[in-house]
C-alpha cells in the first residue's frame, strides 16, 4: 500500500513536468511506461527498491509467524 502511495505520488510530479509522457501514455502506454524507466531511472529504481522492501518484510514476518507455530505445536 505504502508503495503505491509512494509511487503514485511521484508519478504524479513527473506527469505534471513531463507533458510529452502524458501524451505518450494516452497514444501508446507500452512505450510510455518504457519512456519513463528510462528517462526517469532513479524514481523506477527507488520504487523497484520499496516493492522489494515490502515483499522481504512480508517474507520476514511470515517466516517468523509460521516458524513459531512449528515450535509450538
Known sequence: ???TVVGLVMLFFVLAVDDDLVQGIQDNPQRAIKKFAVEYQGIFIFNLFLQSFVIAALVEEMVKYFGYW???V
Open 1 to 3: 500500500m505504502l508503495t
Open 70 to 72: 512449528m515450535v509450538v
